[in-house]
């Protein structure tokens, strides 16, 4: 009884902490650099992160995955920290440390405890100032990029489904292709053009710098004054984003993986990016059909009928667009076709009929749960904080992003699926094994 009681005060202390305003400073050293504090005394551990406005979508048609190159090439080291050293450093301070790159952004970050802040400031600014990018580097990563891709894409079931689906939703947006990339693009690229992406992108005044923890902001400030003043601005990154002609017709296509026995059936909607009210809307909406085991398609397709091994909609959110998509794994043999009839029909009731009352109060309290849940660890605070001010271009989005979503309602669920969730708006691909 006593664990219990302990784990119940614990939540309702997370509850009501992660629920309050996230108190921030923010400003730009000379060189561009955007700097985003946050101090949090409930745990001696600090986040240094660093949020690069640069992903797959800045890259040439002829030299997709730089930008995921580059999460693992900025990791070789700099003019001061040797080779394989970097989470040596990270490793023996006590701290943890990864990247990870969208379509839109590359995110770098460091969890140390607090009393290492220096040392996760000096790496960042090594990474940022003078990383060491050479034909020993970007041969041992090319090779690391490819295991990645054999091991995550080629050789992992339904690894291709998002790239087939990204390609017949995008023509014109570098939304057509996915993050990982092409192989043959990275080894045609030479020292120069990776020289060049670097220092267009990888710059003071494409990032974010947040810090978030157990800081003092004025101390920070000054630290942060000494390890990034010097590192030199670079050129202003423009950017034209491509606009998608609308589908008027229901597009219907056909994909084959070679590690797959069951087939799937996708279908794929385009929406808009995520800074839209609507985007949010479509992630309820989503919820309604598939998020856990008492949604209307899973309850259906595979509690009812057992005519699925798997169903799912999520909504796919990205800066420019979305791409709603809904999926299901057939069981006994059932007809791909018939399992596309059974998804439809669920969004036709949400595009004809209000979710009732209940729903949408177990909808709000997940969604509120989810936020809250993002924000109780000092790493979602600063991820949280650099989209904000990446994309939303408001970095306080953080504390009004509940209140946005506790205005949806009902109303708007059934408005974006009638509006967005229409056959001659969609791609259909029949994901079937290769033999």
């Known amino acids: 009884m006593k664990s219990k009681l302990f784990f119940f005060f614990a939540w309702v202390m997370t509850f009501s902490v992660s629920a309050q305003k996230v108190a921030f400073t923010e400003y730009n050293l000379k060189n561009g650099l955007h700097v985003i504090l946050h101090q949090d005394k409930t745990a001696p551990v600090v986040a240094v992160s660093v949020m690069y406005h640069v992903g797959s979508k800045d890259e040439q048609t002829n030299r997709t995955g730089f930008a995921h190159f580059f999460e693992h090439l900025l990791f070789e080291g700099s003019d001061n920290i040797k080779r394989g050293e970097f989470m040596k450093i990270v490793s023996s301070n006590g701290g943890q440390n990864n990247a990870n790159t969208t379509q839109d952004r590359t995110f770098y970050y460091e969890v140390f405890p607090s009393n290492q802040l220096a040392t996760g400031l000096w790496l960042e600014s090594e990474r940022m100032l003078h990383p060491v990018i050479n034909e020993v580097g970007v041969k041992t990563q090319n090779e690391v990029v490819k295991e990645e891709k054999r091991l995550r894409v080629d050789n992992q079931p339904y690894g291709n489904f998002l790239s087939e689906i990204m390609k017949r939703l995008f023509t014109k947006h570098p939304y057509t292709w996915v993050p990982i990339g092409s192989m043959a693009d990275l ?249």
């Open 187 to 435: 080894d045609a690229a030479t020292l120069d053009e990776f020289k060049a992406f670097n220092k267009k992108y990888y710059t003071p005044n494409n990032a974010a710098l947040v810090i978030a923890g157990d800081i003092e902001i004025e101390k920070t400030k000054k630290l942060v004054e000494n390890y990034f003043a010097e590192v030199p601005s670079g050129q202003v990154v423009t950017r034209t984003a491509a606009k998608e002609t609308p589908i008027t017709k229901e597009i219907i296509d056909t994909a084959y993986d070679s590690n797959i026995q069951i087939p799937a059936i996708l279908a794929a909607y385009r929406v808009p990016g995520q800074t839209e009210k609507e985007s949010k809307v479509l992630e309820m909406a989503s919820a309604v059909l598939s998020q856990g085991n008492s949604s209307r398609m899973y309850k259906k397709m595979v509690d009812e009928k057992r005519n699925s091994l798997q169903v799912a909609s999520f909504n796919y959110s990205l800066e420019d667009y979305g791409a709603y998509i809904t999926f299901a794994l057939p069981n006994n043999n059932t007809s791909l076709d018939t399992l596309l009839k059974d998804m439809d029909d669920e969004i036709v009731k949400l595009q004809t009929t209000l979710i009732s009352e209940a729903e949408f109060t177990k909808l709000q309290n997940q969604f509120e749960n989810d936020f809250i849940g993002k924000n109780s660890k000092m790493l979602g605070v600063a991820e949280n904080l650099a989209n904000g001010y990446t994309f939303y271009k408001n970095t306080n989005n953080i504390n009004t992003e509940l209140e946005e979503i506790r205005k949806i309602t009902r109303q708007d669920i059934q408005e974006v699926a009638k509006k967005y969730l229409n056959k001659n708006q969609r791609a259909v691909v029949y994901y079937l094994p290769k033999k």
